[in-house]
């Protein structure tokens, strides 16, 4: 049995979900209540079913899923997350998880405990500073609250004023290196790596402390920001300011702002505006988007002109990433941006900052501006062109053609032949050409997308997993077949379509492990990756890995021949939908029963719904009996 399967089995879906506030109540072997994640108290459209550990709202959400997916929506947290709160629960321990010793553990506390102690040591010297304050209030519009609510401090002008102090209560030297407060001296000794400088404490998204940004005072000053140096709690790349205090805002907008600065990200908090992080001063990693993924897939860019403008995008497209990675600059590197966007399925935009002002300027001359640009964010592929083409010669063929070298390849980016197409057609649009004239533009070789490492670890999953759930095993052999020959969802997918039927999707399946690795095979698919088990070994987590090494396990000695597998696949996924949708039926006209007893009101939405369920059982049989002669 696998650690997700023994997580399943030792909780019980409807204690999970009462324990977060939803009165259920018994109504057959199900239990039904008011849907937690919208507003609705009319109708108890919101279904448990012990036997196979799911859930379903038949109301607005029209959502579904298992005690993961429950764990998911309801705190915002990612798989992973919803995993290893599960597990706790459970008394299941995931040994891929336990990366600190007890020993790390604690020394890692103690680094978060210095810091800590950091920020009241800043504090108190920036509250003895009033010309720091005064600039704080005046020049940056903060008020006594933000500062406080931020932690804000000032770093003393001096060498050892923090090297003096805390070793004075008893902290070692290197604790201190350790924690990024010393740099060390060439010949020997230590001395502090923030001088004259504003103190603005940097936590991790649950709120701990991992290190300081520290802006200049004096403005001749180099760096302009200067940050913790990596240690074992702070690494740039994994860390966005501003997210602890922005995680459940975040959520609430379904959306995520960028911007450049931390003082930016504090004003516009100040000014109501709580969605906005900002990264360590260097290019968007992906481990920041995923970081944002969790709460949203809807994500902007406000950026500067300087660093939305035709500069920052052409270097953005020619330079190497690292040439763009310098302290307190936040690298526009589109293409890296666009292979995210893909990976991640989401939504990233661009809203260019006008008037070459700073957020907090903007928001100080008028509030509702900021709301403004952010809702004019446009897609990274229309931000680009219109960039290269502002203030050029449109008519000039030498100046539409260098546009298109370097558009086209961005477009060739793009997971989606739907946006490739629209985006070529947009293109051609502004360029005042034809289509056919902008491909024959295209003078170079075919597109070679970078592909992921590949994975090394052997499969040593138990062969034996026990599926108490009868859709469980057929979910289980369907993607173990599709993993080891991804070229049949173009196969499955034709076949459904011949019979009236919507194409495979994510939604096919009931857990949501199962759920995330098929969208791992679907946008292989679509990206037409070549070596695809060399690529899904490069986007398969930890925590999925299992489950692929048991689905091989599962499938081997499966009939090879592809024909056989595809009607063997459309079977069982037809058999998939039928059982999901005379469920789904079921459910509905008990609700419609109940609603009936209580006065019959709000019954036409259940109606319909359930006049769906009954044409699409319709379409289902005809497709079986379609494909029961064709194999006869």
């Not at 949203?296 to 300087?306: E, F, M, S, Y």
């Amino acid at each position: 049995m696998s650690q997700i399967d023994e997580i399943k089995s030792k909780i019980d879906i409807v204690d999970l979900v009462s324990e977060a506030g939803v009165k259920l109540r018994h109504a057959g072997k199900n239990y039904t209540g008011f849907c937690p994640f919208h507003d609705n108290k009319h109708t108890p459209a919101f279904v448990v079913w012990p036997e196979t550990g799911t859930w379903r709202c038949f109301g607005a959400c029209n959502e579904g899923g298992d005690i993961f997916k429950f764990v998911m929506k309801r705190e915002g947290v990612d798989f992973k997350e919803a995993l290893q709160k599960l597990a706790a629960r459970a008394g299941v321990e995931l040994k891929e998880f336990q990366r600190e010793s007890p020993e790390q553990r604690e020394a890692y506390d103690n680094l978060r405990k210095l810091l800590e102690d950091a920020v009241i040591f800043y504090r108190n010297h920036l509250l003895a500073n009033a010309d720091v304050l005064d600039y704080l209030r005046e020049k940056r519009g903060l008020t006594d609250a933000s500062i406080e609510t931020f932690g804000l401090g000032y770093a003393p002008n001096a060498w050892d004023s923090a090297l003096t102090f805390f070793t004075g209560r008893g902290y070692s030297q290197q604790d201190l290196f350790d924690a990024g407060l010393l740099s060390e001296r060439e010949s020997g000794g230590y001395y502090d790596r923030f001088r004259h400088r504003i103190m603005i404490p940097i936590r991790d998204e649950n709120g701990r402390m991992a290190g300081f940004g520290a802006r200049i005072v004096n403005p001749d000053d180099v760096p302009k920001f200067l940050n913790s140096p990596e240690t074992a709690i702070f690494s740039k790349g994994r860390l966005l300011y501003g997210l602890d205090r922005a995680r459940k805002p975040i959520r609430a907008a379904d959306q995520a702002v960028i911007v450049e600065g931390y003082l930016d990200v504090i004003a516009l908090h100040q000014a109501g505006y709580q969605n906005v992080v900002s990264p360590m001063g260097t290019a968007l990693t992906e481990d920041q988007l995923r970081l944002l993924k969790r709460s949203t897939r809807r994500i902007v860019l406000a950026l500067d002109p300087d660093t939305a403008g035709q500069k920052a995008v052409l270097r953005g497209l020619e330079a190497a990433r690292s040439a763009m990675d310098k302290e307190g600059e936040l690298g526009f590197d589109a293409r890296g941006l666009l292979r995210n966007e893909s990976r991640l399925q989401a939504d990233l935009r661009v809203a260019s900052i006008p008037d070459e002002l700073d957020p907090d300027e903007i928001v100080a001359r008028d509030k509702e501006e900021w709301a403004r640009i952010v809702g004019n964010a446009k897609p990274i592929v229309t931000h680009v062109m219109e960039t290269l083409a502002a203030g050029r010669d449109l008519n000039d063929a030498k100046v539409k053609n260098q546009i298109a070298a370097q558009v086209l390849p961005l477009i060739d980016d793009l997971g989606s032949p739907l946006e490739r197409d629209t985006y070529r057609q947009a293109l051609a649009r502004m360029l005042r050409v034809s289509e056919g004239a902008l491909m024959g533009a295209q003078a170079r070789g075919p597109v070679v997308r970078r592909r992921p490492r590949g994975m090394t670890s052997q499969p040593n999953a138990d062969a034996s997993v026990a599926a108490v759930n009868p859709r469980l095993k057929i979910e289980t052999y369907c993607l173990g077949v599709l993993y080891r020959k991804p070229e049949l969802l173009y196969r499955v997918d034709r076949k459904l379509e011949e019979f009236g039927l919507s194409p495979l999707a994510a939604e096919d399946f009931e857990y949501t492990d199962h759920q995330l690795l098929f969208g791992i095979m679907r946008l292989a698919v679509e990206q037409d990756e070549k070596d695809h088990q060399h690529y899904f070994a490069g986007q398969l987590t930890e925590t999925l890995t299992p489950l692929v090494e048991s689905l091989l396990l599962q499938t081997d000695g499966s009939d090879t021949r592809e024909d056989k597998l595809a009607d063997d696949l459309l079977d069982r996924f037809l058999d998939l939908r039928r059982a999901h949708a005379m469920t789904s039926v079921n459910q509905l006209r008990f609700i419609q029963e109940e609603r009936q007893q209580e006065g019959g009101a709000n019954l036409k939405t259940y109606i319909e719904q359930t006049g769906q369920y009954m044409r699409l059982i319709q379409k289902i049989d005809q497709a079986k009996r379609g494909l029961s002669k064709r194999r006869t």
